[in-house]
């Protein structure tokens, strides 16, 4: 079993900073990426920020270029998001990924997500 627990979400105010962890345990195997989505109520799923494990490279949506970043502790599995200059647009659900390889099968595992609001 393989489970991701996300935390560090939370109401700030336009302009504030949150940090969300993401810590991964369990039966884990090799590690390709991790990556963090979020989901603004009535709209789709969408890619925020992806660590790329294998090359140690990021991504990110247009949307949060320079105001996101995302880490990897590779000692902990643990993956952050650091969040500034928050917008009222970036209030949404935030939820961890992780695509892993354990017992020769390559999967993508979730966590539950956490809540981020940023309101005034």
């Known amino acids: 079993q393989v489970q991701l627990v996300e935390s560090g979400g939370g109401l700030v105010q336009p302009g504030g900073s949150l940090r969300l962890s993401c810590a991964a345990s369990?039966?884990?195997?090799?590690?390709?990426?991790m990556a963090w989505y979020r989901q603004a109520p009535g709209k789709e799923r969408e890619l925020v920020a992806r660590?790329?494990?294998?090359?140690?490279?990021?991504i990110y949506a247009d949307s949060v270029k320079g105001r996101f970043t995302i880490s990897r502790d590779n000692t902990q599995n643990t993956v952050y998001l650091q969040m500034n200059s928050l917008k009222p647009e970036d209030t949404a659900v935030y939820y961890c990924?992780?695509?892993?390889?354990?017992?020769?099968?390559?999967?993508?595992?979730w966590g539950q997500g956490t809540q981020v609001t940023v309101s005034a």
């Open positions: 660590h790329i494990s294998i090359v140690g490279t990021t």
């Open positions: 369990g039966s884990i195997g090799t590690i390709y990426n």
């Open positions: 990924s992780a695509l892993l390889k354990r017992s020769g099968s390559v999967n993508t595992y």
